[in-house]
């Protein structure tokens, strides 16, 4: 009867998360649930601000973020740490989708750069709407790709090249 109960389980997909939390070594209970298209739609701060709790257990003093936007020319790009990031506006090339992934890639550069001591870096997981981020060791994210069949489901740091910005495929 109980494993009975397992394939059904299974099969409505209820029991399969926890089992590839255990062995991924991923609690997926700390994903910071983030959402690229937010991002890019003038969304790196106020995301910043809610991971501010977070990274401040690895970072002492945590840099500001400032946005620029302007409605007129359509312009959005972010300032932090002495860096500019261009999301979207008059004479970036790509689509909507590019945007994101360039959001995405500043977020995660903004934060990682941050945090320079130890093995502990933000990870990616996922992309656009589903956009989550997880603070993993290395270790962690090599089980990680053992475990998880999927290259699509694998932690990753995002990069500033489309179209797949960093994302295993």
Not at 47 to 76: C, D, M, N, T, W
Request: proline letters at 5%; charged letters at 20%; one cysteine or more.
């Amino acid at each position: 009867m109980r494993s009975l109960i397992c394939k059904l389980l299974l099969a409505l997909g209820l029991f399969g998360s926890q089992q590839s939390q255990a062995t991924t070594s991923l609690n997926y209970d700390s994903l910071i649930l983030l959402d690229a298209e937010a991002l890019a739609e003038q969304g790196i701060s106020e995301a910043y601000e809610r991971l501010l709790p977070h990274l401040k257990k690895y970072v002492k003093s945590p840099i500001k973020i400032e946005e620029q936007f302007s409605s007129e020319i359509g312009r959005y790009s972010v300032k932090a740490g002495g860096e500019a990031y261009e999301i979207y506006g008059p004479g970036i090339e790509g689509n909507e989708a590019e945007s994101w992934g360039r959001a995405t890639h500043a977020f995660f550069h903004i934060i990682n750069k941050q945090i320079v001591s130890g093995d502990i870096r933000f990870y990616a997981v996922n992309n656009g709407n589903d956009l989550g981020g997880i603070f993993l060791s290395q270790s962690a994210v090599e089980q990680s790709k053992v475990a998880l069949k999927n290259r699509q489901d694998w932690p990753y740091l995002p990069e500033p090249t489309p179209p797949w910005y960093g994302q295993h495929h």
